[in-house]
């Protein structure tokens, strides 16, 4: 069973940075096709930030362009987001996602919380 482990979230001033580490536990012998982060306001359903797949192709939404790095260790099932530049509309819950080749996701992890102070 894959389980997802999220870390690195934490409380920061706008301007700052943070950088979001995702583990895939029980992974070997998996192959996953893409890596997501994804945010999750209260209340609200989550959304997508940012994805990276197997070829190292990119994908932003509008809000995080420019500010928001995603990468990946397709060895060690390990996915980081790198957050520049906070602001405090960044703040929520954010979870990673591991997608397989068939489209079936692992499942999801208890997410990191960001809290951005202005």
């Known amino acids: 069973q894959v389980q997802l482990v999220e870390s690195g979230g934490g409380s920061v001033q706008s301007g700052g940075s943070l950088r979001l580490s995702c583990r895939a536990s029980?992974?070997?012998?998996?192959?996953?096709?893409?890596t997501s982060w994804y945010r999750q306001d209260p209340g609200k359903q989550r959304e997508l930030a940012a994805t990276?797949?197997?070829?190292?192709?990119?994908t932003y939404s509008d809000g995080v362009k420019g500010r928001f790095t995603i990468s990946r260790d397709n060895a060690e099932y390990t996915g980081d987001l790198q957050k520049n530049n906070l602001k405090p509309g960044d703040a929520a819950v954010y979870y990673c996602?591991?997608?397989?080749?068939?489209?079936?996701?692992?499942?999801w992890g208890q997410g990191t919380q960001v809290i951005v102070s202005s």
């Open positions: 029980g992974a070997a012998g998996n192959a996953f096709y893409s």
């Open positions: 990276i797949v197997r070829d190292g192709t990119t």
């Open positions: 996602s591991f997608r397989r080749w068939s489209g079936v996701p692992a499942p």
